[in-house]
């Protein structure tokens, strides 16, 4: 299982005090924020792409890199990073090939029928959200995607004027960073 040879390799990691190389402080050297996507092919190209080393920055990763909410958790994470951690500039970071390209609400709730959610727990969040079903979708372009989420983040009441906020997309292959405007 997974979970126990992670287990066990820490436990090794922790004996030989692999740790010692990745030592930083709490508050980001650089004083940045990252928001990008939680793909699995940016775990190591993106902080090699941007020249960041461990404790340069925050880096905040969900699906599709996006803020689907002013009050979500990825806000509310920029928003503690500016606040109590020194943090004065903002990335937001789409890529190529995203899986949440294209991806549809109905697609989305069907793999969940087929894996096992009832009708019921998805009326539930019906109810609760909603938006639920726009909620569940993605988007149709990475570069309008990067953009509204910096548009959102730019006029966040909460978000002070002086905290600069910049959008780019990173190639997968390359990592070239291309700036969105």
């Given at each position: 299982?997974?979970?126990?040879?992670?287990?066990?390799?820490?436990?090794?990691?922790?004996?030989?005090?692999?740790?010692?190389?990745?030592?930083?402080?709490?508050?980001?050297?650089?004083?940045?924020?990252?928001?990008?996507?939680?793909?699995?092919?940016?775990?190591?190209?993106?902080?090699?792409?941007?020249?960041?080393?461990?404790?340069?920055?925050?880096?905040?990763?969900?699906?599709?890199?996006?803020?689907?909410?002013?009050f979500?958790?990825?806000?509310?994470?920029?928003?503690?990073?500016?606040?109590?951690?020194?943090?004065?500039?903002?990335?937001?970071?789409?890529?190529?090939?995203?899986?949440?390209?294209?991806?549809?609400?109905?697609?989305?709730?069907?793999?969940?029928?087929?894996?096992?959610?009832?009708?019921?727990?998805?009326?539930?969040?019906?109810?609760?959200?909603?938006?639920?079903?726009?909620?569940?979708?993605?988007?149709?372009?990475?570069?309008?995607?990067?953009?509204?989420?910096?548009?959102?983040?730019?006029?966040?009441?909460?978000?002070p004027?002086a905290?600069?906020?910049?959008?780019c997309?990173?190639?997968?292959?390359?990592?070239?960073?291309?700036?969105?405007?």
């Amino acid at each position: 299982m997974v979970i126990d040879e992670i287990l066990q390799y820490n436990q090794q990691f922790v004996k030989r005090k692999a740790y010692e190389q990745y030592a930083a402080g709490k508050y980001p050297s650089r004083k940045l924020a990252v928001l990008s996507c939680m793909d699995t092919r940016l775990t190591e190209l993106l902080p090699a792409a941007l020249g960041l080393r461990n404790g340069d920055a925050k880096i905040i990763k969900n699906a599709g890199g996006v803020i689907a909410d002013p009050f979500g958790s990825a806000m509310r994470s920029l928003l503690i990073a500016v606040h109590t951690l020194g943090v004065e500039s903002i990335l937001v970071i789409g890529h190529t090939d995203c899986g949440v390209q294209g991806l549809d609400s109905a697609a989305v709730m069907k793999k969940m029928r087929d894996n096992g959610i009832s009708e019921t727990a998805i009326q539930m969040m019906r109810d609760c959200r909603p938006d639920f079903d726009q909620w569940l979708c993605g988007f149709h372009s990475v570069e309008a995607s990067v953009e509204n989420s910096v548009g959102i983040i730019r006029r966040h009441p909460l978000i002070p004027l002086a905290v600069q906020v910049h959008g780019c997309v990173i190639d997968v292959v390359t990592g070239e960073l291309k700036p969105v405007v």
